[in-house]
Each structure stands twice: as structure tokens, then as C-alpha cells.
């Protein structure tokens, strides 16, 4: 039995890998889907990280028969998990890839392609709030996130939905270099936020990472849980 800690993007909270998390759950492992405290302007990437961590105390003895899995966002923070703890893999999925020394809005300022070309026109439609925090418009999110999702459950995601402050985004990756763990990275291909074949590339020239590519968009976890899961068990 293997104990998989899905971890969630910006905005969002744990309960959207619930579709993934059930099919993983049947197939009798233990599943971790923190809320991060993506609401807390003073939270970075420490705080990210330790949500992790103090999920997981909560079911494993420490082991390496842990399965980190860090979808957008969440790609910042799974890295520094295996960098404190033992585990068997670590999956970026629809992810950004931290570089070792910069923070991810350095990175981004070299990495121009990373975003699709209809990100900056669904981004704009974002609310702002005190101190650069940011929320969504429940029908920009569903195009943005949930565009292949069926309709109730798109509309009950986007309903999740919570405001995103950033300090985790300018936080430098405290990472020397990558942990030596085996890391893949899932891609898709019809990905509205993160371009697929910049988030790949990144993948094999900063980890060596196999890539694999799914039709759909950037939510797999619930428009496609079904062969989320199945990638994530061939893992154990």
C-alpha cells in the first residue's frame, strides 16, 4: 500500500482531487489532499511545504512509499517535500517546475512561453484584492480550468475556488538542487493555463523527466480522473 499526497494549484483547495483521490482510495492506498494556505499572505513556500508534511504524519511511519503528485502551483512546493522526507516519486502534473535559487515569477520573466496564448485574456478577468491577492469569476474559471469538465461539476469547482495571495510565488525555491527521486510529468494537451510542451520541456531539461501527454484540460483530476488514477497506480 502506497500513500499518494496530491497537492493542489493556485486557488484551489484540496477537495478537487476528490474524483482522483476516491479511485485511489478503492485501489486501497491512503490518500493526503491538504488544503494549502494559499489564503494567508504571510504563507510561502515554507508553509506550503509543512501542510504537506504534517498531512502525511497524519497516515504514514515516515516510509519512502509516498507518491507526491503537485498539479500548476502545486509543482513549487513538491520538491521540497521530498527534499524533507522519504518518497518513492514525484509527479508534476499540468505543473510548473521550480529552478533551484529563483523564485517562480523570476523564473517566469525568462520562461516567456510557459503560458498559453488564451491565458492572458482569461487571466484579466481575475478580481484583485488587497495586497495583490487575486479571485475568480465563477464562468472565467470554468473556461479557464474546468472547460472539458461536465457542466455540475465544473460549476461545483469553480464554487471551491478561493483567493490566491502570492508570497509563495516570490519566494525563492531554497532547493541546492533537485532530490534524487525518480520524477515524471503529465501533461495536457489542451491545457488553457500552462502551454504542454513548455511544461514538458521543462521537465526533461531540468530533472531528466518522462513526459506523458493527455488529451483534455487543465483539471485532469476531475475531468479524467478515471485515467489520472490509472497513471498514478502504474506508479506503486
Not at 523570476?106 to 512561453?113: F, G, S
Not at 461536465?150 to 510565488?169: E, F, K, M, V, Y
Not at 516570490?170 to 510529468?185: G, Q, R, S
Request: with cysteine; net charge negative.
Amino acid at each position: 500500500m502506497a500513500t499518494f499526497a496530491l497537492v493542489h494549484g493556485a486557488w484551489h483547495r484540496g477537495a478537487c482531487w476528490e474524483p482522483t483521490a476516491e479511485r485511489l482510495r478503492a485501489a486501497g492506498h491512503d490518500v493526503v489532499a491538504p488544503d494549502l494556505p494559499c489564503e494567508d499572505p504571510a504563507a510561502g513556500l515554507a508553509a506550503y511545504t509543512a501542510t504537506v508534511l504534517d498531512a502525511l504524519a497524519t497516515v504514514d511511519d515516515g516510509d519512502d512509499d509516498v507518491i507526491v503528485v503537485g498539479h500548476s502551483l502545486g509543482g513549487l512546493t513538491i520538491p521540497l517535500v521530498a527534499d524533507a522526507r522519504p518518497v518513492r516519486a514525484l509527479v508534476y502534473l499540468c505543473a510548473l517546475v521550480p529552478l533551484p535559487g529563483a523564485s517562480v515569477a523570476q523564473d517566469l520573466m525568462v520562461l516567456e512561453d510557459t503560458f498559453t496564448p488564451e491565458w492572458p485574456a482569461l487571466a484579466s478577468r481575475q478580481e484583485r484584492h488587497d495586497a495583490g491577492a487575486t479571485t475568480w469569476p465563477a464562468d472565467a474559471a470554468i473556461e479557464a480550468f474546468y472547460h472539458d469538465c461536465p457542466s455540475d461539476l465544473a460549476a461545483h469547482a469553480a464554487s471551491l475556488l478561493r483567493r490566491q495571495t502570492w508570497t509563495a510565488s516570490n519566494d525563492p525555491c531554497p532547493l541546492i538542487k533537485y532530490p534524487d527521486v525518480p520524477a515524471t510529468a503529465i501533461v495536457c494537451t489542451e491545457d488553457r493555463v500552462l502551454r504542454a510542451e513548455a511544461c514538458a520541456r521543462h521537465a526533461r531539461e531540468r530533472f531528466d523527466a518522462p513526459v506523458t501527454r493527455l488529451g483534455g484540460g487543465h483539471s485532469p483530476m476531475l475531468a479524467q480522473p478515471e485515467t489520472l488514477a490509472g497513471l498514478l497506480l502504474d506508479l506503486v
